[in-house]
């Protein structure tokens, strides 16, 4: 089942997220082969919770930390996030990577904590510009997906990855689809030699400025299992549009 998510990233109060949801959940199409899933901030996951209860739109966090409590000032822990009902959680996105310094290892910890407590990942791998250029889409991308799954190998179907090249996200400038899709097809080989006994279990998402328009064009191929959506998911007309775009 492919899956379409929507990361908010820092927007949206607690008072916007209940008017979008009501909003969104008056216009979406009832789906059953299709997962939809939300990703607001922190602040507004609890009335995002009560809003979806019941809908089977998906709940999910932006983020969270590897240890279940302690003293982590400004943190959120994978129980918490549990219990306000969020069943999946966004993990490397390249905006925790490189504006706020997330090691491939720090990625890593957060896989397992979030496998433990069975929480899904979506984990975010991507290349910057500059990577890119110098011919390294591969190096990067096989080095972000091995150190993410070191020590849990065996799992790489309990995760979903978001191929989010660095110079598309929220730059108007996406991949090209064939772009896309030899990157997934590369991801799809590194995961073959990590986990063969799951090949093909794990869905594979394209993310990078994706929008109403350019979304079918990357849904018309088999290889993209899903979009991770930012800005064109901040209106529900638009998100929906995206929703109902294969």
Request: hydrophobic share 40%.
């Amino acid at each position: 089942m492919r899956l379409i998510a929507a990361n908010w990233k820092m927007n949206k109060t607690v008072s916007e997220t209940e008017e979008y949801l009501r909003r969104f959940l008056e216009i979406l199409k009832p789906y059953e082969d299709r997962e939809v899933l939300i990703c607001p901030p922190f602040t507004s996951l609890y009335v995002a919770s009560r809003v979806l209860s019941g809908t089977g739109v998906r709940l999910g966090a932006q983020n969270c930390h590897y240890e279940r409590k302690g003293a982590f000032t400004g943190e959120v822990s994978l129980p918490m996030l549990k219990e306000i009902g969020c069943s999946y959680v966004i993990v490397g996105h390249s905006e925790r990577r490189h504006i706020f310094g997330e090691t491939d290892e720090l990625v890593n910890r957060k896989i397992i904590a979030c496998l433990e407590e069975g929480v899904r990942p979506i984990l975010c791998v991507g290349e910057k510009i500059e990577d890119r250029e110098a011919g390294m889409t591969f190096k990067v991308v096989e080095t972000q997906i091995r150190i993410a799954f070191s020590g849990v190998e065996g799992m790489t179907d309990r995760v979903d990855i978001a191929y989010e090249p660095v110079w598309a996200i929220g730059t108007g400038v996406p991949a090209s689809p064939e772009d896309a899709v030899e990157v997934h097809r590369f991801i799809r080989e590194v995961l073959r030699e990590i986990n063969p006994r799951a090949e093909g279990k794990t869905r594979i998402l394209y993310g990078g400025s994706v929008n109403p328009e350019n979304a079918p064009e990357f849904m018309k191929h088999g290889e993209i299992e899903g979009l991770l959506v930012g800005t064109a998911s901040l209106d529900p007309e638009s998100f929906a549009k995206i929703v109902d775009s294969f």
